[in-house]
T-cell receptor, first 113, second 112 residues
Framework: QQQVKQSPQSLIVQKGGISIINCAYE??????FPWYQQFPGKGPALLIA?????SEKKEGRFTISFNKSAKQFSLHIMDSQPGDSATYFC????????????FGKGTHLIIQP | KAGVTQTPRYLIKTRGQQVTLSCSPI?????VSWYQQTPGQGLQFLFEYFSETQRNKGNFPGRFSGRQFSNSRSEMNVSTLELGDSALYLCASSLGVNQPQHFGDGTRLSIL
């Protein structure tokens, strides 16, 4: 059972555009939602994270939008740059950390110059 | 501040052998978690250690085990290797419960 569903699987965006990646979760016990960025040959790097008591969090060009009632959250990358081309993973974890981080399947993002 | 360090970066083993992977967390981090990354299954949680105690465990067979030392460094062991164990094994460290996890660059394990 896939507890965190991520879409799209791949995404192509023009330089300067907005990249949007969506995730949906099923388990209401999740209370921490991070996003990771992974380049080839590297481990995932933490980008930004949110907890369900806020609906939006912004850090630089990266914004998480969170909809608790719909059990959905999304990552927006504003003014997308070629250097943003990477695989992005959403994740979720339960209070207390039981079962660790549950990851989505990833989105391969390509920013075209 | 140095990041999470995993050694070795690459390993080639044959079926039936065993392997030990090492992880040095970020200084001051007491929690270490291990994940397996494969193209088919994605990133899956193996286990978490905090203060030398296994606190959480994912849905993997008993061939996968780990331990944590008093300096927070951690090792993961896989016995009786199978072809399906070929994967990138990632270690992540954090300050504690529900704190941000920071990943190393992983150990790429290939089973022949």
């Amino acid at each position: 059972q896939q507890q965190v569903k991520q879409s799209p699987q791949s995404l192509i965006v023009q330089k300067g555009g907005i990249s949007i990646i969506n995730c949906a979760y099923e388990n209401t016990a999740f209370d921490y939602f991070p996003w990771y960025q992974q380049f080839p040959g590297k481990g995932p790097a933490l980008l930004i994270a949110i907890r369900p008591d806020v609906s939006e969090k912004k850090e630089g060009r990266f914004t998480i939008s969170f909809n608790k009632s719909a059990k959905q959250f999304s990552l927006h990358i504003m003014d997308s740059q070629p250097g943003d081309s990477a695989t992005y993973f959403c994740a979720a974890s339960k209070r207390g950390g039981a079962d660790g981080l549950t990851f989505g399947k990833g989105t391969h993002l390509i920013i075209q110059p | 501040k140095a990041g999470v360090t995993q050694t070795p970066r690459y390993l080639i083993k044959t079926r039936g052998q065993q392997v030990t992977l090492s992880c040095s967390p970020i200084s001051g981090h007491r929690s270490v978690s291990w994940y397996q990354q494969t193209p088919g299954q994605g990133l899956q949680f193996l286990f978490e250690y905090f203060s030398e105690t296994q606190r959480n465990k994912g849905n993997f067979p008993g061939r996968f085990s780990g331990r944590q030392f008093s300096n927070s460094r951690s090792e993961m062991n896989v016995s009786t290797l199978e072809l399906g164990d070929s994967a990138l094994y990632l270690c992540a460290s954090s300050l504690g419960v529900n704190q941000p996890q920071h990943f190393g660059d992983g150990t790429r394990l290939s089973i022949l």
